[in-house]
């Protein structure tokens, strides 16, 4: 019963979540050919059968039966074969659109697509994609300026949960169980309070004082530069991982076939020391795994009110993290919204790092260095989606719904036919040759493009049920 609710979840995040970018990346397109003098025929949310709707001067707006996406037709854009397609294939529409003007009814017609100079062609084509990054900037500027999760500091001190060795930190003379009693002036200060002094001495010293096993102890902290794309620092880029909550670290839940599994995990455990280190959050053991890659770990453990070892050796991750394996009990959160500028800046920084992320995975692909089976297709965006549905946070969901919505941005400029970035590509070539390239000749090649298309969707979706938690159990 609980994975066929998780089934249903998911698909119902799809439906919505898709629902969305792709309504939000047809908009993009519709507001721009209303701009440029485009006849838009129909704006569709949905498509098949029209359920109901409204006429409104030459556009009919509509809502259809199947809700996976929606699309737009214009005057000519499909004067090839007087096609409307269902999810509006960037590729078709570029075929059907260059069409001789001369062959069809609408070559006289100055509100077809057809008729209108190629840059203005261009700029519809680029402006769904467009839509998309415009649509991830605004949920995200929309979660930290009203909403922004942070731990709840259930320890009112500022406590050194471990200190990273030959970090900032540790040059400073700072100690693992150090507790801040001042900094830069500030006294008694909680960690969110350090944090906030820390932005104001970006490669900076400041002076702090620290109570060692009751003694106060005066030192001086050089307060790192700001990360390339960041606007700030937390304590962790200085090498201090700060203790936000008492007790062991809680385990959740336990990934078949990883090093915790073969260790013993169990969900349930709670994970008291590792290495003799007390850690109390993931992110420090995270760290400390960090610092010392591939080292064998002792974990002791409290099951069931018993104490027990474990030994475990952390695996590599393709980005060169390291991670045993095991999901823990989030800290209780609460509310810290940012202000408004603030919020922007942090948002834009989401929207570049994520978008030269896409980039670079994508780069990475021609050159073999990531494999094209770690690609998700719909069934791994729909697992996504129905996970981050099922959170007690919203970060996922925003999250989630602002990265598939640059995924999809960056995605349909890239320059292959059927795709925004093919058709500005074609238009490009177009203007540089100064006549129309021959129809037969798109014809080729879109269909060529077609095949290639399905055959590497096919063989994506493949991949993403080889990767459901069902199917590993039959697998031999």
């Given at each position: ?110 509100g077809s697509f057809t008729n209108h100079p190629r840059w203005q062609r261009m700029l519809i084509g680029v402006a769904g994609p467009i839509a998309n990054f415009i649509l991830a900037f605004v949920l995200m500027w929309v979660y930290y300026a009203f909403i922004n999760e942070v731990p709840q500091h259930q320890i009112n001190t500022a406590n050194i949960e471990w200190v990273v060795p030959g970090s900032d930190a540790a040059n400073a003379g700072l100690q693992t169980g150090d507790i801040v009693t001042s900094f830069d002036g500030v006294k008694n200060p909680d960690w969110m309070q350090v944090g906030n002094q820390a932005q104001l001495n970006l490669n900076q010293n400041v002076h702090i ?268």
């Amino acid at each position: 019963m609980h994975d066929l609710h998780t089934v249903v979840v998911a698909i119902i995040a799809f439906i919505i979540l898709i629902g969305v970018m792709v309504v939000v990346h047809e908009f993009g397109h519709f507001a721009v050919a209303k701009l440029c003098g485009v006849r838009v025929e129909a704006f569709s949310v949905g498509f098949g059968p029209r359920l109901f709707g409204v006429k409104y001067g030459e556009t009919d707006y509509k809502v259809c039966l199947l809700p996976l996406g929606g699309y737009v037709k214009m005057t000519g854009e499909m004067a090839e074969q007087n096609l409307q397609s269902s999810d509006k294939s960037r590729g078709q529409q570029a075929f059907e659109a260059d069409s001789d003007p001369a062959a069809f009814p609408e070559a006289d017609d100055p509100g077809s697509f057809t008729n209108h100079p190629r840059w203005q062609r261009m700029l519809i084509g680029v402006a769904g994609p467009i839509a998309n990054f415009i649509l991830a900037f605004v949920l995200m500027w929309v979660y930290y300026a009203f909403i922004n999760e942070v731990p709840q500091h259930q320890i009112n001190t500022a406590n050194i949960e471990w200190v990273v060795p030959g970090s900032d930190a540790a040059n400073a003379g700072l100690q693992t169980g150090d507790i801040v009693t001042s900094f830069d002036g500030v006294k008694n200060p909680d960690w969110m309070q350090v944090g906030n002094q820390a932005q104001l001495n970006l490669n900076q010293n400041v002076h702090i004082t620290v109570d060692r096993d009751g003694r106060s102890i005066e030192l001086t902290l050089h307060v790192p530069p700001a990360p390339k794309g960041e606007d700030g620092v937390d304590m962790t880029d200085a090498g201090i991982e700060p203790q936000y909550m008492p007790g062991p670290i809680p385990v959740h839940e336990v990934s078949p076939g990883t090093p915790s599994e073969k260790a013993g995990l169990h969900a349930g455990d709670q994970i008291v020391s590792v290495d003799g280190h007390q850690f109390h959050y993931v992110g420090t053991l995270q760290a400390y795994m960090k610092a010392y890659p591939g080292k064998t770990l002792t974990l002791d453990v409290l099951r069931n009110g018993k104490d027990i070892t474990l030994q475990a050796t952390p695996e590599k991750q393709p980005d060169s993290s390291w991670r045993l394996g095991f999901e823990a009990i989030n800290p209780p959160m609460k509310r810290a919204p940012m202000p408004l500028r603030a919020a922007a800046i942090k948002s834009k920084n989401f929207s570049v790092n994520n978008s030269t992320l896409i980039v670079e995975v994508v780069g990475r692909l021609f050159t073999r260095r990531v494999a094209v089976s770690q690609l998700s297709g719909p069934v791994g965006i729909a697992r996504m989606a129905g996970e981050a549905a099922q959170t007690d946070t919203w970060l996922p969901k925003f999250y989630t719904a602002a990265a598939i919505s640059l995924n999809l941005g960056i995605l349909n400029l890239m320059p292959f036919p059927i795709l925004d970035g093919g058709l500005i590509l074609l238009l490009l070539i177009e203007s540089v040759l100064r006549h129309d390239i021959s129809i037969t000749v798109k014809e080729r090649i879109y269909q060529a493009a077609f095949v290639v298309l399905v055959v590497f969707f096919a063989f994506v979706i493949f991949n993403d049920v080889t990767k459901l938690p069902w199917f590993n159990h039959v697998k031999p």
